[in-house]
Each structure stands twice: as C-alpha cells, then as structure tokens.
C-alpha cells in the first residue's frame, strides 16, 4: 500500500499528465524522466522502498544466524583431534 501511495500514484499522474500534454513518447523519454518533479517523486519514494528492503532482509539474515550457530554448535561438540578421555583411578 506504501509503495502504492507513494511511489506509483503519484508518478502515474504526473506521467499522464504529460501523456496528454506531450505525447507518449515524450513521456517515456528522458526529457520527462530526468525532470525535476519525476527526479523529487523518484526520491520521495526512498523511504517506502527502505521499509521493502529492511523487512526483505530481515530474514536472510535470520536464516543465515541460524546457519552460523548450528555449525558453531556442531564443532563444539566434537572432541578435539588426539584428545584422550581421562582414566578414573579406582
């Protein structure tokens, strides 16, 4: 919905707008998209996006701990190479 709100709505009126102003082609080319308001709406949209980014990182980043202590977990189980185990005296 973020995305939505901020990103493409307002992009998508500005990009009509110039539709019938301009042309098609004007508003698919770089004259249009290297535009002040399309480069301000481009930028606005960066705090939506960082939500996406945060919360699709989250957990690769989640899977990728879990990994890491599992395999710590699995080395400090093993006795260390040519360790004995001690003798009981008795």
């Known amino acids: ?4 709100l901020f990103s493409l709505f ?3 009126l500005l990009q009509v707008r110039d539709v019938l102003q301009n042309g098609y082609w004007h508003a698919r ?3 249009y998209l290297g535009g002040q308001l399309p480069r301000l709406v481009e930028w606005l949209r960066l705090p939506g996006d960082l939500v996406f980014i945060f919360l699709g990182a ?3 980043l989640l899977v990728l701990l ?5 395999y710590l977990a699995l080395w400090s189980e093993r006795p260390q190479a040519g360790a004995t185990r001690p003798v ?3």
């Open 66 to 70: 879990a990994v890491g202590l599992g």
């Open 29 to 31: 080319s770089l004259d």
């Open 1 to 4: 919905m973020m995305m939505i």
């Open 88 to 90: 009981r005296a008795g």
């Open 58 to 60: 989250l957990p690769i």
């Open 10 to 12: 307002p992009s998508g």
